[in-house]
């Protein structure tokens, strides 16, 4: 479904030299799995013995259980789709191999032996294995079936190609992971034993997560148990699953009984990651031998959480963060825009509303850095016949506080004149009504710049620019477009993040952030803003979720539409299909705005700059996207 699997790390309850006790386990955990329609499931390294028997290992009576144990999981779970990856020990030409075996359908489909021996501290493993690292190309016999058998194997169904390594290698230098990847795996599964000191379990968490974002892939981690020896360390059964550098389910927690996990991995995403990045594109790319595996389950339905503020970092510590950042690089990015023309002076519309809030902020933290003339920052709130006096007011108190240079001109007698020029009656509340009294403003301001030796510091942020929600050659021109990255929900929060911070500012902008999002273009009564944005095109919330995941993940609208039903709880799937709808007519039909754009800073993963990371035709047609939504 979507391109979405479900996987299980499991750490069973563990007898240690004891395979047959250990294979009950297993086969209950499997078979439980299976019911739950998951389509792989990772066992611990060497997991029918125990990592920790030490030269119990070279007991032929101990190996010989281990593969009567095997022999007995593929009996019971002949009937199953499930595929199973279990860590075991394999003999092979007079040597020992720590290895991981995959089987399904009670079949073994391949064993891939481990590449790096730890022999180090608590770690003594060369003194029974050795290193399968130059095993390519080979075979073994087990239990009586011709088995692939190397680092050379890749495992897949359809657009699921999974890799393995174990334990250890992860720390190496170069995993064997990162070419197991670039050669096509995109879930990668680490059957492990890793034990407990201090600091250790972040820093494997972090490995995981770190290695999953290097190879563009899902990463699932398994690690042995506390039934382990604890004669000199212990084992805690940690469970990782991540995809592409975020951790989507682990359980650390230390316990004698059995333990599994369950994530959803989205396949097409990372498939879809990968083929926008030029630098896994470039990566080595081995000829490893593929092993077909058969059905795999399918999930009935998505059982994975989506945040519905993608731009928006969901922990309040990264929040703080990355609005420093931010921030940092809009004042850093005018500083360096001002230089190279050889000014210190800026004209901006203030109008009360969040964009011109925070455009006239990160303008005044850039003069603050530099220790320039705040007078030389020149605000000017421009009323029409939709402005409200609480808007203006906002404008007013913000321009105060800051310092700057405030300055007041009424656009309304101006429009008049160009509505009698037009031949347009005022009467006549239609576009061009509104599109004069942007434009009259836009002319304004860039005339004002002209006359002073400045430049005009655009407002419009990225939504609105997604969405063509801006009159062209009105408020879609500046000289530098300071909020364009910036998508409307991230404004909201970085507006938090000012209010904050600064004390003096707090009431003002609390006022801001709680004032309808208008353009303030229509007449009103009573004071009282008539024309709400959000009520025409739809939610901003909505149409960012759409732009994020349509342009950053290349999800199809018909996922998009069933990954927002599951994000929202607060509207049904009919209201956000309708407002879809909306942002892909609009998305297409207004790309022509977006190719003469100003420039502007991208502080995101998403720009829409025909200069940065969106090169779209203004002629392309969006009616195959419609039709999956019908």
């Known amino acids: 479904m979507f391109g979405i699997i479900k996987v299980a790390s499991s750490s069973p309850k563990l007898t240690l030299a004891n395979p047959k006790e250990n294979a009950k386990e297993i086969i209950s955990i499997i078979k439980n799995a299976d019911e739950k329609n998951s389509a792989i499931i990772l066992f611990p390294e060497l997991a029918l013995i125990g990592y920790s028997v030490n030269d119990l290992i070279f007991q032929t009576t101990l190996l010989e259980a281990q593969y009567k144990a095997l022999e007995k999981i593929l009996k019971d779970t002949k009937e199953l789709n499930i595929v199973s990856i279990i860590g075991i020990a394999i003999k092979h030409n007079s040597r020992l191999y720590n290895s991981a075996v995959v089987i399904q359908n009670g079949n073994i489909l391949g064993v891939v032996p481990k590449s790096y021996i730890p022999n180090k501290q608590e770690f003594y493993e060369l003194r029974h294995f050795n290193s399968g690292k130059n095993i390519k190309n080979e075979y073994i016999n087990l239990l009586n079936n011709k088995t692939p058998f190397g680092v050379d194997l890749l495992f897949k169904k359809e657009n699921v190609i999974f890799g393995i390594e174990i334990c250890e290698d992860l720390w190496a230098v170069t995993p064997p992971s990162s070419l197991l990847a670039s050669s096509g795996a995109n879930i990668i599964f680490n059957p492990s034993a890793s034990n407990e000191i201090i600091g250790k379990a972040n820093y494997r968490a972090e490995l995981v997560k770190t290695q999953s974002a290097r190879v563009l892939s899902a990463y699932v981690y398994a690690s042995s148990s506390l039934g382990e020896s604890s004669t000199d360390t212990i084992f805690s059964g940690d469970l990782i699953i991540s995809e592409y550098g ?56 998505i059982e994975r959480a989506y945040n519905p503020h993608p ?133 304004i301001l860039m005339n004002m710049a002209n006359k002073i030796g400045a430049i005009v510091v655009g407002t419009g942020d990225l939504s609105e620019i997604a969405l063509g929600w801006n009159t062209y050659n009105g408020d879609h021109m500046s000289m530098y477009a ?148 019908e």
């Not at 083929?275 to 077909?292: F, G, M």
């Not at 969901?314 to 703080?320: A, G, H, S």
């Not at 933290?365 to 220790?371: C, E, L, P, T, V």
Request: proline letters at 4%; a neutral charge; charged letters at 25%.
């Open 246 to 301: 975020t951790i989507l389910k682990r359980d650390k927690d230390i316990s004698f009984n059995s333990k599994v996990i369950y994530a959803n991995i989205d396949i097409e995403r990372v498939s879809n990651l990968r083929v926008i990045d030029t630098s896994y594109n470039q990566s080595d790319i081995s000829q490893l031998r593929v092993v077909e595996l058969s059905t795999l389950n399918q999930i009935k339905k």
């Open 311 to 443: 731009f928006v970092p969901k922990n309040i510590d990264k929040r703080e963060e990355v609005c420093e950042e931010i921030t940092n690089i809009q004042a850093y990015a005018l500083i360096r825009r001002l230089k190279q023309i050889g000014i210190t002076k800026t004209v901006i519309g203030v109008s009360g509303g969040l964009d011109s809030t925070l455009a006239l902020l990160s303008i005044h933290k850039a003069y603050s850095i530099m220790g320039w003339d705040f007078k030389d920052i020149i605000a000017v709130t421009m009323p029409g016949f939709g402005t409200t006096s609480t808007t203006k007011s906002s404008a007013y108190q913000l321009c105060k506080i800051l310092g700057v240079t405030f300055k007041s001109v009424d656009i309304t007698p101006l429009a008049l004149e160009e509505f009698k020029a037009i031949e347009h009656s005022p009467n006549d509340l239609s576009v061009t009504y509104e599109n004069v009294q942007a434009r009259t403003r836009t002319s």
């Open 482 to 629: 300071l909020n364009s990255g910036i998508p409307k929900t991230l404004i909201k929060y970085l507006i938090e993040f000012y209010a904050h911070h600064t004390s003096e500012l707090k009431d003002v902008l609390e006022q801001i952030l709680n004032t309808p999002i208008s353009p303030e273009l229509l007449p009103h009564e009573n004071d009282k803003i008539e024309q709400v944005t959000e009520d025409i095109i739809g939610p901003y919330e909505l149409h960012d979720f759409f732009l994020y995941h349509f342009i950053r993940e290349g999800f199809s609208p018909k996922k998009i539409l069933e990954i927002a039903d599951i994000a929202f709880d607060k509207y049904d799937k009919d209201t956000i299909k309708k407002w879809l709808k909306l942002f892909i007519k609009r998305f297409f039909t207004q790309q022509f705005k977006r190719s003469c754009m100003p420039d502007g800073p991208m502080v995101g993963t998403i720009s829409l700059s025909p200069r940065a990371n969106w090169r779209m035709q203004s002629d392309a047609d969006y009616k195959i996207f419609l039709e999956e939504l």
